[in-house]
């Protein structure tokens, strides 16, 4: 699809249709090989394809061509969704014209376009569009990182605070599915925040080779700085929020550890508890000739009560010493 946005409104180009001399922005998405075709006979510079946004060197990302200067840049989409992906977009700023190419759907195009569509005079120049496109990926990228760390603040409160319900006393323990749940909480909290982090790392790198290879006169200069601070401010940001996910994955982990712990203590005191009637019934089960209790009516019940015995004292022993 080849969507031309300019001063006076916007429009999808239909097949076979001449490009418009008054087009500022093109935005190309899922090109065909006659729009890529189209759009570099008009303009006279090369359009990235797939292949090459595919290209993870510096130099096959950032270069100039023809008098057009291109940028590769990765996106992060879908940070506030269970389904975090990011995707290569390329930028190819021209004289005239401002071409993007993008194999994906991105928020942040539609957002802008919607934008242009209101105030057409963000399309009044390319530079000036590209600009305005750039500051609002900037932004959407802020609002994912921002959902990042709200969501770890909730899994900080799920992981440190127990639950309201009270029995005999004791507040209620978390369950081993319930750490494991935040586990898989806390991964995908992660992943959101490095595909964030990747984004505003490639952005900056594209953003200081604009402010080195745009000309002068293009007056970009004060913008690239503003965007270059914003984007130092959100990767304070993800540093933080990822020193919090690292703090937090080594505490469930912990937690984790501590459940199964009393789980095990649990087993080792059972055996205790019931090692004292195994002592009593293995003694009486021996049957010797002379065993005054054999013959005692009271023998039995007296075995029993012992074993009761046995098998309660430990019990309250270790909870008045505070192991259970």
Known sequence: MLRIFSATGNRVLADGEALPAEAVWIDLLNPTADEEALVETALGFGVPTADDMAEIETSSRLYLENGAIVMTVTLATGIITETPETCAVSFVLGRKHLVTVRYHEVRSFDRFAGQASRTPELCGGPALALMALIDTIVDRLADGIEHVGRE???????????????????????????????????????????????????????????????????????????????????????????????????????????????????????????????????????????????????GYPMALAIMLAAAILPYALFRWRGWL
Do not use: C
């Open 152 to 298: 770890v603040d909730a899994i900080s409160r799920a992981a440190f605070r127990r639950a309201d319900i009270k029995e005999r006393g004791r507040q209620q323990r978390r369950s081993n599915l319930a750490l494991q749940a935040l586990l898989s909480r806390l991964g995908g909290a992660q992943d959101a925040l490095s595909k964030a982090r990747e984004s505003s790392v490639s952005l900056a790198r594209a953003l200081s080779f604009l402010q080195f290879a745009a000309a002068k006169e293009a007056g970009l200069s004060a913008q690239i700085k503003t965007q270059l601070r914003d984007l130092a401010s959100l990767s304070d940001q993800t540093n933080f929020i990822g020193s919090n996910l690292t703090f937090l994955l080594d505490a469930t982990l912990g937690l984790i550890s501590i459940e199964q712990n009393a789980v095990f203590k649990i087993f080792s005191v059972a055996s205790i508890v019931f090692l004292p009637p195994t002592l009593v019934a293995g003694i009486y089960g021996m049957n010797f000739a002379h065993m005054p209790e054999l013959q005692w009516p009271w």
